[in-house]
């Protein structure tokens, strides 16, 4: 059944241009998460980045300039498919490591389920790394048609090894791609055999493409090095490069939505999963911080959307407040489905696609019962409790140098930051604003009384890939 909006949306257009099937159908969504990716890493923040596909579409679509996703990536893509924060399903602590008996529960319904309710033909390729020991918790268990990639990660990009055990399946068997074929185009190529096998005009296509691009190890095609030969360094020069392969990956994936007719309908998310790790060759500048802490630098992701014909403004950069978690419920609004129940997230529709005030204002960066630190936004104002995390500084731009100017800081009590008028991070106020430090500690403390303790459980040699002919794989949990 089609939701009223959709119907009536359906017979003005039939009524109007007596065009085709296509426009009673809910747009395709293509969902593009980079993994590491720096907000200085990006050809539209930094000219020194090659990123053709990427710039064309984050300038004729609308670039997201207050997108926040969490430290790191077990958390964000948590949110991404549940629409609660982390702190609200035990994912709040680091990722889950390979040997940890860990996952998103059961009881939360992710977006791929809601989607395939409303008729959707659901597909992820690339990085899972919400829990595997157990079946039940993997993609063609939660709502996934099918599933191509990895479970865990910082698998090689070649022979998707992780700590001895391979790491590639195909829905769950597992799969072999090409040797020696890197996993951009390993990804690329399994997201256009599927946008070949789906039809544009008979179904709506959820397409969820987390890649490995651009997270350690460090290591990318030659060709793609080589667009970077003046940068003195060698790791800034492959992590370029890697970034220049996702790009092109994004370039091919784009032309096949063009070509097969899906891009009259859909809309592009791009976004990372977190903040560069500075001290892997990424970059974040002007932005304070990295990857794994509450700085601007590990939690303001590059992000943007684009589209032909759902944004009724583009070529813009739009600043409102945007959190990870809101992608549930916006783009479940967009498919025409139902929110059944409040959750973290609120439907950004309006301020992405009319540029809108946002629907929010504040959100969580994260809240760590076992890290004990946390950060709010409320407003213009940005609240941290305890050490942001280990890298404190700006890192500079090649030759790499040391970007933990700070790192000998110790910061306890709190932390207060004007984002507005301060987005880098170099002015605590919290000694000039008393009253608004109160003000947000308690909005920290009503989250706070929400929060579930943070699943974080030891390591289960069971998981072990010598248990299971050196592949990584469920049935130990
Ligand atoms: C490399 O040199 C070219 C040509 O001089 C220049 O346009 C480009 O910005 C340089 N790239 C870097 C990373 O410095
Ligand atoms: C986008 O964010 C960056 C980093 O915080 C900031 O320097 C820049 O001014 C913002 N752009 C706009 C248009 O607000
Ligand atoms: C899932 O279960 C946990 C633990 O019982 C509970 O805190 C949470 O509210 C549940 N979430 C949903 C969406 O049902
Ligand atoms: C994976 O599942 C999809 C959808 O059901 C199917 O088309 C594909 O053939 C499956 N692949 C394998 C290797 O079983
Ligand atoms: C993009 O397509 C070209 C032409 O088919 C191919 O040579 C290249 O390897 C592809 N790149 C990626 C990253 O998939």
């Not at 889950?96 to 809601?114: A, C, D, R, W």
């Not at 032309?255 to 791009?270: D, E, P, T, W, Y």
């Not at 929060?451 to 130990?476: E, L, Q, T």
Request: proline share 6%; charged share 20%; aromatic share 12%.
């Amino acid at each position: 059944m089609l939701p009223l909006k959709n119907i009536v949306l359906c017979m003005i257009v039939i009524v109007t241009t007596l065009t085709t099937t296509i426009w009673c159908l809910p747009p395709h969504i293509i969902f593009i998460v980079a993994d590491d990716l720096g907000w200085n890493d990006v050809g539209w923040h930094n000219d020194q980045m090659y990123t053709p596909n990427l710039d064309k579409l984050a300038k004729n679509g609308v670039i997201l300039n207050s997108s926040y996703v969490q430290p790191v990536c077990t958390p964000s893509r948590n949110c991404f498919m549940t629409g609660y924060y982390p702190f609200h399903t035990g994912l709040q602590h680091e990722v889950i490591h390979p040997l940890m008996p860990g996952y998103l529960p059961s009881n939360f319904t992710l977006l791929p389920e809601k989607l395939k309710t409303l008729g959707y033909t659901t597909h992820i390729v690339g990085k899972w790394h919400l829990g595997f020991c157990n079946k039940k918790y993997t993609p063609t268990y939660r709502g996934f048609d099918s599933f191509m990639g990895y479970y865990n990660g910082a698998e090689d990009y070649y022979t998707h090894v992780r700590d001895d055990g391979y790491d590639w399946r195909w829905n769950t068997s597992i799969y072999h791609p090409p040797r020696n074929k890197y996993s951009a185009e390993i990804i690329a190529d399994q997201a256009i055999n599927i946008l070949h096998r789906v039809d544009p005009d008979i179904q709506p296509l959820y397409l969820y493409l987390p890649f490995q691009s651009v997270h350690d190890p460090l290591q990318v095609p030659e060709r793609y090095e080589n667009i970077y030969s003046n940068i003195t360094s060698k790791e800034r020069r492959t992590y370029c490069g890697m970034v220049s392969a996702l790009d092109e990956a994004v370039g091919n994936i784009t032309q096949v939505l063009k070509s097969r007719g899906f891009m009259k309908n859909a809309l592009i998310v791009f976004t990372t999963d977190n903040g560069g790790p500075t001290y892997l060759a990424a970059n974040n500048l002007p932005l304070r911080g990295a990857k794994t802490t509450l700085w601007e630098g590990g939690t303001k992701g590059v992000s943007f959307v684009y589209s032909e014909n759902l944004l009724s403004k583009t070529g813009y950069i739009n600043t409102e407040m945007i959190h990870a978690v809101d992608w549930f419920p916006t783009l479940l609004y967009l498919a025409g489905g139902k929110l059944g129940e409040s959750m973290d997230g609120v439907n950004q529709w309006k301020t992405i696609s009319e540029g809108k005030l946002s629907a929010r204002n504040e959100f969580i960066y994260n809240i760590d019962d076992i890290a004990n630190n946390a950060a709010i936004r409320v407003g213009k104002y940005k609240l941290i409790q305890g050490s942001p995390g280990s890298h404190n500084g700006w890192t500079p731009l090649p030759p790499l140098m040391d970007d933990d100017s700070a790192k000998n800081k110790t910061f306890s009590g709190y932390q207060l930051f004007d984002i507005e008028n301060d987005p880098t991070e170099h002015y605590d106020i919290a000694d000039q604003c008393p009253d608004t430090v109160q003000q947000l500690i308690s909005r920290l403390k009503h989250y706070r009384t929400t929060m579930v303790p943070a699943h974080f459980p030891n390591n289960d040699k069971r998981g072990d890939p010598i248990n299971f002919d050196w592949v990584w794989s469920s049935g130990w949990c």
